[in-house]
Nanobody, 118 residues
Framework: QVQLVESGGGLVQAGGSLRLSCTASGIINRYNDMGWYRQAPGKQRELVATISTGGSTNVADSVQDRFTISRDNTNDTVYLQMNSLKPEDTAVYYC????????????WGQGTQVTVSS
């Protein structure tokens, strides 16, 4: 059974930093994309950043210069370092692990709240 366990969310003032972590367990084929998405109240879930097993990244323009995604393949963990946080970054952040080639899979974490106060 696959589990994604997220941690690191919380309340921070504008300009502050947070680091999110997500550890996956139970995944058989570990060549995949790991990433973070977020959903603010009343808005659709959106991509924040993804990273492949080989280290290729895809980062949303809105966070390009402030957020850094990384992963530890040994421990199946993905990190999101968030700096210079803004109130508009407030959202539930979801960890995602997916593989687009066979065997396909697409797993989501339970979400962690990030709140940035002005």
């Amino acid at each position: 059974q696959v589990q994604l366990v997220e941690s690191g969310g919380g309340l921070v003032q504008a300009g502050g930093s947070l680091r999110l972590s997500c550890t996956a367990s139970g995944i058989i084929n570990r060549y995949n994309d790991m990433g973070w998405y977020r959903q603010a109240p009343g808005k659709q879930r959106e991509l924040v950043a993804t990273i492949s097993t080989g280290g290729s990244t895809n980062v949303a323009d809105s966070v390009q210069d402030r957020f850094t995604i990384s992963r530890d393949n040994t421990n199946d963990t993905v990190y999101l370092q968030m700096n210079s946080l803004k109130p508009e970054d407030t959202a539930v952040y979801y960890c995602n692990v997916r593989r687009s080639s066979y065997p396909h899979y697409d797993y989501w974490g339970q979400g962690t709240q990030v709140t940035v106060s002005s």
